[in-house]
């Protein structure tokens, strides 16, 4: 069975680690690596390469950045000749980035069947560009692997038929358990002059945060208060740090002497530095799955969430872009009142053996 699996984003890298992996463990399995380049520079992509040893893409469509329709347009014209080329039996996407999204059109146009990790995450909120593309690659899926019973429900409920839907785990768990005890083993403590539970670790790159100047004035402001209290660590993201020279804010953020900014990292050293942090403020969806794994306290800047189990079973509370609320469950923290969390059903890290299990099934009952 021949596989063209996905990778585009620094999101993406994680997942399709593990799943390549298990692959290589079947002969009858022919898995090609196809790398959109959506995102290309050495910190948000090849370092994951080396770090997590994914092996060296079969391709490389070497797209780069773009608007959401420059970029999904030209990575459906290169897949495309991907796929008349090779011919795979399969696709299989993961995640909810722009990649996702254009590969899984171009697969379902040519009528081969699409899998899709991490499917039936929703947010409910259509202004973000990921839960678009969440809901047209479920639509178009003819496998769709979950993370959560709940996401089940969702994709039930949108017209999914049952036979189609396979409850499988969280596969970001199964790479955080592999490479955690690693990640703790990396100086990235001693290179920033940090000790352990003496920092907040935030990142920071939505649009809904950072490409509207009153949001991100609010949540700046909420730093300002927070670094005064605790020595703040941003990972600053390129989109980030464009909207902040942008909006004309750059002084308001040098003049913060507890703010540390660091460029972006590699997987363990990020991982080392989340897992010895004292909380995480953050936008991002998946250091929502990972913080609930390590059972680090996460304020996440967003008023809805993908992962809504986080909440409700982790530690992961929603904060939104306000100053106030950011900065009052922040003191909880500090003083010792962080919420206290469980890890949700079957986040085991074994993801990625139930989801290449169900492949070979389903391949072996077609081949019947």
């Known amino acids: 069975m021949k ?10 890298f994680m997942k ?23 995102h290309y520079d050495y910190e948000m992509s090849q370092i994951f390469f080396d770090e997590l040893k994914i092996p060296k893409p079969d391709v490389h469509l070497g797209i780069g950045s773009g608007s959401h329709a420059v970029q999904t347009a030209n990575i459906m014209i290169a897949f495309e000749k991907t796929v008349n080329d090779y011919k795979p039996d399969l696709v299989l996407v993961v995640g909810d980035v722009n990649s996702t999204l254009a590969c899984a059109l171009v697969a379902s146009k040519l009528c ?93 790159h939505r649009q809904a945060s950072v490409d509207i100047k009153e949001n991100l004035l609010e949540i700046l402001d909420a730093v300002e208060k927070l670094q005064s209290m605790i020595k703040v660590v941003l990972v600053i993201h390129p989109r980030t740090k464009t ?11 040098s003049s913060m ?37 390590l059972n680090i306290p996460c304020l996440t800047m967003r008023d809805n969430t993908e992962m809504p189990e986080t909440v409700r079973e982790g530690t992961n509370i929603l904060v939104g872009n306000n100053t106030d609320t950011i900065i009052q469950e922040s003191i909880k923290i500090i003083e010792g009142k962080a919420k206290s969390g469980k890890i949700p059903k079957m986040w085991d890290g074994r993801t990625s053996e139930r989801i290449v299990s169900t492949i070979i099934t389903i391949g072996n009952m077609e081949n019947e």
């Open 3 to 12: 596989i063209a699996c996905v990778v585009g984003a620094r999101p993406n």
């Open 16 to 38: 399709i680690a593990p799943l390549l992996e298990e692959m290589v463990k079947y002969p009858k399995l022919n898995p090609l690596l196809v790398h959109t380049g959506q």
């Open 112 to 204: 081969i069947p699409i899998a899709h990790v991490e499917a039936g995450l929703r947010s409910f909120d259509k202004t973000m560009p990921e839960e678009i593309n969440r809901i047209v690659t479920d639509v178009l899926s003819d496998y769709l692997f979950t993370t959560t019973e709940e996401a089940n429900e969702n994709l039930k409920r949108e017209g999914i038929a049952e036979k189609k839907i396979f409850f499988v785990g969280n596969i970001m768990v199964d790479t955080l358990l592999k490479y955690k005890e690693k990640a703790e083993s990396i100086p990235i403590l001693n290179e920033l002059r940090l000790e352990k539970n003496s920092y907040v670790l935030m990142t920071l």
């Open 243 to 253: 909207r902040i020279e942008d909006f004309g804010l750059k002084e308001k953020v």
């Open 257 to 293: 002497n507890n703010l540390m900014i660091i460029k972006p990292l590699g997987y363990l050293s990020f991982i080392g530095l989340m897992k010895n942090s004292k909380f995480v403020l953050s936008d991002s969806g998946g250091m929502q799955t990972e913080t609930t794994v």
